[in-house]
């Protein structure tokens, strides 16, 4: 069924950081997006989920092309998006439309809603204003408004409504993709829940292909056919949602699982949580070998902080970024930190074959 | 309208003293441009010593300008006393409407070990905040002065409450800093706020609040603006600073999840009135109010059966016009003749500790929680 209507190439986004006024020179790069490559199948959708600062929304603008990657390819249905010219963008981006995080900020406050869901149909020239009328009013409906609401401003509306006024913008001009980043963060629990069945109803009408960017795990696994789990730039576990939530391999999203409260008080007080000490590390001068070892209770010295580990098939579609891998699910905290010895002297030794193998022509 | 409720009464087996905190009967309305606004109209909770109380809602259903009423943190707010047969609600609109002084006012009471905090005089209210009920914020960004040091805030704090000298106060500050679990305390008690991360910022305010070691913490959604893992150290820490010391602790958030781990007593909100109150377990296992069954419901859990979240349709009512009768009538599916004209009280069902208020019978509260649990039961069997 590989049928991918995007795919992601090793994309990197470095934000240099720059000093001096006259002779501006590079001293540093914050390292919002490292590395990241994944497909994207058409239909499905892709969650994406990692703490504040972890560079998933820097990757979505990234793949919009709202901001430009230092490297690595984008292809979209086929085409590669990366190094074309605004005017050709201009046509690429009636295919993939992105939903805002912030209701309130997303959508301009001064003007109509009739003219902000129809600015997408009115920049690509579809339709006379009499059938981007209709259009808009569709739309309105579609996302369960009233039509009659075409005049309204804005603040008119409640912070679940304007999200939905954002979904039918996005759905003006019939796109194939919609890149949803944090669409309902700031939203109440109960709304949350309306929009969250407005995009699996649309979905399943429209046929669209969602990414889905959130903080929140339940809210990305409830959505998702598939998880990309980020940290610090890296995508480092990526599985179908029920696979990674069973069984999560990478010991980041082991952590990320057991820290999030369930609402039932006999099984969240029972269960014994690993937390995770300290902070996320600063991107500008991220850990070398894996990002996550300082955190991480299962680094091993010269392994984790010597080596990257690369994104490597575990079976079941799983692919994890890590040398020890979690067996099984859940784990006590002693037994996270636990990593069979022999299985660590067999990558050790791996480890230093390649990089002698990696230094040997340079001597 | 006016609600009459239960008194609070701490039943079961423990003969426990007084609770801590008792209020009964608080309303704290508003004058804006458009009418008055009831943010809280008559909310009754108590909390005992040593435990913790989560007090759940959505935004805007009055859970925090409860806690500020209870504190007298209100701006230009007036009190009245009232009889306690009177139509409160009417005679404070008559009061706001009239008054030129005040743009916001607060009645019925908020008794702190016997003292009514909603007519203790402003030294004395002084003492108490920061004192005995300290309380932590949001946002822990905008709750820190920037321009001082965390020390020079700490050590502040303690001195305003305790006779002690500069010296001594900033022994306490770096030892609370330490309990807290800021490493280095001795060298960071010089930094400014901007100088912390997030999480660390929320330590250095819990430190602050108990660096008087008081006997009530208010957390006003204090995990919101934290990611999950830095939540989650942060409920462990004040779990475990409640345990050593004793405090109790009353915990608003809107996360059902965070009310799920720590709460001993839950109050359910819903458009400035109380609609549930019982002990976690019952909350969260034989709910019996249908906005807490929708509340749970439009949860996504680990491991959902249901493909779609049971949503709760239209939005919370604005409180300048309230609906009369229940005021979840209008979006309960539940709902039938007598909810749209009266006004349930909020009560219990025989001898237990649980209280909703809601015109259902018995049976199919019963019937729709046992629904429910069996649904929420395969859920977690993974």
């Known amino acids: ?363 | 309208m006016s609600t009459t409720v239960e008194p609070s009464t701490s039943t079961g087996s423990s003969t426990e003293d007084a609770p801590l905190l008792d209020v009964r009967d608080l309303r704290t309305y508003f004058k804006t441009e458009d009418g008055i606004v009831r943010a809280v109209d008559g909310v009754s909770f108590s909390v005992k010593a040593g435990q913790t109380l989560g007090v759940v809602g959505e935004s805007g259903c009055g859970k925090s300008v409860t806690m500020l009423s209870v504190l007298s943190l209100n701006t230009k707010a007036g009190r009245l006393a009232l009889g306690p047969e009177a139509n409160a609600g009417a005679e404070m609109e008559h009061y706001l409407l009239a008054s030129k002084k005040h743009t916001s006012l607060s009645t019925g009471s908020a008794h702190f070990r016997g003292e009514d905090l909603l007519t203790a005089s402003s030294d004395r209210l002084r003492a108490i905040r920061g004192g005995e009920i300290a309380m932590i914020f949001q946002d822990p960004m905008t709750s820190l002065n920037p321009v001082h040091t965390i020390g020079a805030q700490l050590i502040e704090a303690a001195m305003l409450h305790q006779d002690i000298t500069k010296g001594a106060a900033r022994q306490i500050a770096i030892e609370s800093l330490d309990d807290v679990g800021i490493p280095r305390a001795k060298q960071r008690i010089d930094d400014f706020p901007h100088q912390f991360s997030g999480g660390m910022r929320q330590r250095v305010m819990i430190a602050m609040a108990l660096i008087n070691e008081p006997e009530l913490l208010i957390a006003d959604e204090p995990t919101t603006a934290l990611d999950v893992t830095t939540q989650s150290q942060i409920l462990g820490l004040i779990r475990r600073l409640q345990e050593e010391r004793g405090t109790a602790v009353v915990m608003i958030t809107h996360d059902l999840g965070v009310v799920a781990e720590v709460a001993d007593e839950v109050v359910v909100m819903y458009a400035a009135r109380v609609v549930e109150r019982a002990s976690v377990f019952e909350v969260f296992e034989q709910p019996r109010h249908p906005y807490t069954w929708g509340l749970l419901g439009s949860l996504p859990r680990p491991d959902a059966v249901a493909d779609r979240l049971t949503q709760i349709q239209g939005q919370p009512p604005s409180l300048l016009n309230p609906p009369p009768g229940c005021r979840f009538a209008p979006r309960c599916t539940f709902s039938f003749g007598r909810c749209l004209e009266d006004v349930p009280e909020l009560e219990g069902s025989g001898a237990g500790s649980h209280l909703d208020a809601c015109f259902l019978t018995d049976a199919q509260k019963v019937e729709e929680a046992q629904r429910f649990v069996t649904a929420a039961a395969t859920d977690e069997s993974a």
Not at chain 1, 16 to 30: D, E
Not at chain 1, 207 to 232: E, P, Q, W
Not at chain 1, 283 to 289: F, Y
């Open chain 1, 1 to 363: 069924m590989s049928d991918p209507i995007l795919q992601i190439d090793n994309v990197v986004k470095h934000f240099p950081i720059t000093k001096g006024i006259v002779f501006q020179r590079q001293v540093a790069a914050v390292q919002a997006v490292d590395d990241v490559s994944f497909t994207v199948e058409r239909g499905e959708t892709l969650g994406i989920v990692g703490e504040s600062g972890c560079g998933k929304s820097t990757l979505a603008r990234c793949i919009m092309r709202l901001v430009e990657p230092t490297s690595g390819r984008i292809i979209f249905d086929g085409q590669d998006i990366t190094a074309l010219s605004r005017s050709q963008m201009r046509s690429v981006r009636r295919e993939m439309m992105m939903v805002f995080q912030d209701p309130y900020a997303s959508l301009n406050g001064r003007k109509r809603v009739g003219f902000i869901v129809s600015e997408p149909l009115e920049v690509h020239g579809i339709g006379t204003p009499a059938e981007q009328k209709r259009r808009v009013q569709e739309l309105l409906e579609v996302v369960g408004l009233n039509p009659e609401h075409y005049n309204r401003f804005p603040h008119e509306f409640s912070g679940g409504q304007r999200q939905r006024i954002g979904i039918a913008r996005a759905l003006a001009v019939n796109p194939k993709l919609i890149v949803c980043d944090e669409p309902v963060s700031a939203l109440d629990v109960s709304v949350q829940a309306q929009i969250l069945n407005l995009l699996k109803d649309l979905q399943s009408e429209f046929g669209l292909t969602y990414i889905f960017i959130a903080h929140d795990l339940n809210v990305v696994r409830h959505i998702s056919d598939r998880v990309g789990v980020m940290y610090l730039g890296k995508l480092v576990d990526l599985a179908g949602s029920a696979e990674l939530y069973k069984h999560p391999r990478h010991p980041y999203t082991g952590a990320l699982l057991s820290a999030i409260p369930i609402a039932n008080p006999r099984v969240g007080r029972e269960r014994t949580s690993t937390v995770l000490e300290g902070d996320v590390p600063n991107p500008i001068n991220p850990p070398s070998g894996c990002r996550f070892h300082p955190r991480c209770p299962r680094a091993q010295s010269d392994i984790c902080d010597a080596v990257e580990p690369a994104l490597q098939e575990r079976g079941g579609g799983h692919t994890t970024a890590c040398f020890f891998p979690l067996e099984r699910w859940p784990l006590t905290h002693e037994e996270m930190a636990t990593v069979d010895r022999a299985a660590a002297e067999g990558v050790r030794r791996e480890v230093a074959q390649a990089i002698e193998a990696a230094l040997a022509p340079a001597l």
